[in-house]
């Protein structure tokens, strides 16, 4: 069985593959102060409601983009699982070539991204993931990822409007019924959630009319639902492709000879 985790600004995702099934899914909130006791307890926790074995665990790997918490995180792995985790970052082989300006600066959950559309999908394709940023990427065909776009998430947006005026309080992202908002709650709802599908056509068209080439689009993450149910653009919603990806790129390796 493989673990695989995602250790995200806001969240850390953790997936369980039997073979080339997810047969369980968990998320925590990412905190820095954890303790690696603290952490490894948490994944027993989730290993016994999933009922697997620690045994069971053969292999283990991490992107993350919250380096300050690797240390007690992956200290958590090797003392609770007894593995030592394959870390997603520069110089690992995942079959995706970045032709960007300076491919080490670029975040591994965007190259996990990539890897999961292209090996699941194919190419050409614009993946969005709507995560505490949101980050339209393009793959081409041949899998080399070309390049993308990051704009402030979802959340950030509507904590940004309560935070940043003192007469607009905290709001559950929810699509109201209608636009022409009759009190204060609906009309930042509306503002950020018909904004926010106005944004992501938008980005696609301009992406279309770039590339010149008709290409496959494909969303992610926690809120990308709620656009892509919005929008025709939007083929695909994929909420486990950070861990296809990540189960790619182990695959990846491991035929390689790496691990």
Known sequence: MLAVIDVGNTNITLGFYQEDTLVANYRLTTKMSRTSDEFGMKIIEFLNHAHIQIEQIEDVIISSVVPKIMYSFTNAIRKYLKKEPLIVGPGMKTGIAIRTDNPKSLGVDRIVD?????????????????????????????????????????????????????????????????????????????GIVYGYIGQTEYMIKTFQKEMKTDFKVIATGGLGRIIANETDLIQIYDRDLVFKGLKCIYDYNKKKGTR
């Open 114 to 190: 990539a890897a999961g559309v292209y090996y699941i999908y194919g190419g050409p394709a614009l993946v969005i993931d709507f995560g505490t940023a949101t980050t339209f990427d393009y793959i081409n065909e041949k899998g080399e990822f070309l390049g993308g776009v990051i704009a402030a998430g979802i959340e950030i947006t509507a904590q940004a409007l309560s935070s940043q005026a003192a007469q607009l309080p905290e709001i559950a992202i929810k699509k109201p019924d209608h636009i022409l908002a009759k009190n204060t709650i609906d009309g930042m709802q509306a």
